[in-house]
């Protein structure tokens, strides 16, 4: 008896794994019967093998683009994904069919920070928090932000004049991140931080920590077991950094309800919008008088608290590490290029001279190659590798006749288009005049996604376009940009979480007289 109960154990043993495997496969001949190119899978990890997660997102995501062409399938776990590079299938989704593809992946996980940002957000609490947001960023409001942009541009300026002066070279990016807090702090919530006079502020600390390489396995954890993450509460952001902002935030609220403060900032736009709300209450009049009805309103107009909080931290914390890797890329391409550094301070006299030598934002708009610098450092190194849409419903890619069944994720490959040589001749060459003229390369055009495209278009692009273009514009009335000894011959990139920077970045500063 103990034979034939230890060989059907066996048997068991071996039908449930037998099952096991092809419940962990059943997907894997999804790609396969559309005829689509498509990554090879393995049980529980699918295209993602573990020797490939230690490697660089964007190298991998490169490999596989110029292996398998620019539509191709993957797998993660058990899902099927698309990757999706072609420019005309992806207008289709970003814009003429937004409506199939109106969301990002769902990656609510129990945080009432990350949850409620316009990135997580999804449906009608999505497009109601963006018309709120949205007007932010007007070109009025840029112009009414920019003397506190000057502001704190000018005290970088100082703060580099007495580094360069104690030191070969600078650390862009010690310098450069506190400009960009101080900036959103002034900009954005009326405070005065000490970031630019004290690199190691804890504003510049906690904000370092947020994309801490340790915490990229929850990453793979969100997409190869979300259940988990969501069961066990784990949240994808740092919670310290989340919580010191948010805390921040909760003073200054009460500060501004003490003193009985009104601003005209970021801020105070929320806070506004909050009161709209009024925790679902409306004045109704009636014949002369008036009352408050208590019951519930079906359509929100305003935000929620946590809703205004989420939205106050993600503007300190979203493009902290974006927005100064951004400025320390262009100051190592105009180090390393000096003739392309001389063609903008050229441009900077100009503009100059059109406005009695004064900086403005009319000044600063008339600098069109100091745009195309910009553009194409933001084409060679993206702030995201990927961005990636979801099927609402069942939806077939007419040109190719590929099928997505509701659910599916849509991957877009932005780091590999840019890299493509068939869309940009020598990708890994810096080469501005891609962009200049404006005339010659639409920004429009959806093969050139640093923000992405569409409705669902980074909502804080310009004002970031605006708070880099000054700073370096700042930057060359008064230093010429040099390379240092260290600055390296190619510059690298530093993947952590889809979030892409450059890696540090020393330069050195000489003093130059504008004429």
Known sequence: MDLIDGILWIVAACLLATLAYKKLTENYGFWKKQNVPFVPPKPVVGSMEWKTMNKPLQEIETEWYNRY???????????????VGDPDILKNILSTDFQMFPNRRDLKFHDPVFDNTLFVLEGDAWSRVRNIVSPAFTTAKLKRMFPLLNECSDLLVERLNEVKNKADSIDCQEHYGGFVLSAIARCAFGMNISAIKDPKSVFVQKSKKLFNECLSWRTYLTILCPVLMKVFRLKLLNPETTDFYRNTIIQVLEERKKLNLIRDDFLQMLIDAEDANNNGADTICEKGSCKINTEPRLEKKGLTHDEMLSQSVTFFIAGYDATTSLISHISYRLAMHQNYQDMVVEELKRALNNH???????????????????HECLRMCPAMVRHERRAEQDYLIQSRRIYLKKGTIVSIPVFAMHHDPQLYPEPEVFKPERFYPEEL????????????????MCVGMRFVHVQVKLCIAKLLMKFQILPAPSTPETLGYTESRNVLTVNKVEVCLRERQLC
């Open 441 to 456: 390369r639409p920004l429009t055009r959806y093969d050139y996604l640093p923000f992405g495209n569409g409705k669902r």
């Open 69 to 83: 062409g620019r539509v191709y399938g993957r797998y993660e776990a058990t899902s099927p994904v698309l990757s």
């Open 356 to 374: 009695n030598g004064e900086m403005c934002y009319d000044a600063l708009s008339e600098m069109k190659f100091l745009n195309a610098i910009i």
